[in-house]
C-alpha cells in the first residue's frame, strides 16, 4: 500500500516536472531572437509598457523607472510616435498607470502620445487589451530580459506581432526572485493562451491614432 502511494506522488511529481519544462521551453522558443536593444530595433510606431510595483512615495520602482527611461529612448530615437503605458489601477490608493504618465511627461514626452489602460491587472491583460481595446498589432514591449520571453509568448498566443527591447539598464536587487517567480508565471502564461483566457476588465474599442488624453481620468 506505502509503495503504492510513494508511486502514485513520484509519478505525479514526474507529470508536474514536466509540465513545468515543457512550459519553459515553448516560451522560450517562442521569445528567442526577438529581443532588441533600442539602437538596433526596428521602428514600429508603438511601445507598450507593462506596469510594475509603485513605491510608497508615489514613485516608480526601479525596474518600473528603467522601463520608462527605454521607452523615452524609444520615442527620442523616432522608433515610436505613441507609448501606452499599462498597469494596475484597479485599488484605491494604488495607481501604476499615472505615476507612469507622470514620469515621462517630465521626460517631454508629448501628452498626446501617451494612452493609458487603467486594467493592466497582469502581462496577459496588458496584451489582451492592447489587441482588442487599442488596435493594436504591431508593437514594440519594453521590459526587462527575464520578463519579455513570457510576454512575446503570450502577444503571439494573442495574434500580435511584436518584438521586445530590454530596458534592464542596471543590476536589480532582488533579480534571483523575480527570475524565479517569472518560471512559474510562464507556466500561467501557457495555460492562459491554450484555454483562450479573457480578462476581468474589458471595455469599449479606443482609437490609438488619436489623443492619448482621452484615456487620462486625471488632468
Known sequence: MIRKIVASIGGLLLVGLLVFLSCQFLVWRVGNGRIYTVESVPVIGIAIVPGASVLRSGKPSDILADRLKTAVQLYENKKVETILLS????????????????YILNLDVAPEDIFLDHAGL???DTLYRAHQIFGINEAIIVSQSYHLPRALYLAD???MD?????????????Q?????RERFANVKAVFDAMTDSRPEYLGEQIDITGDGRVTWDLP
Not at 494596475?88 to 507622470?102: A, I, L, P, W
Not at 511584436?162 to 532582488?174: A, E, I, R, T
Open 87 to 102: 498597469g494596475d489601477n484597479s485599488q484605491e490608493g494604488y495607481d501604476e498607470v499615472n505615476v507612469m504618465r507622470t
Open 122 to 124: 497582469d502581462t496577459y
Open 157 to 159: 498566443a494573442i495574434g
Open 162 to 174: 511584436v518584438v521586445g527591447v530590454s530596458s534592464d539598464l542596471q543590476p536589480y536587487l532582488k
Open 176 to 180: 534571483s526572485l523575480f527570475t524565479w
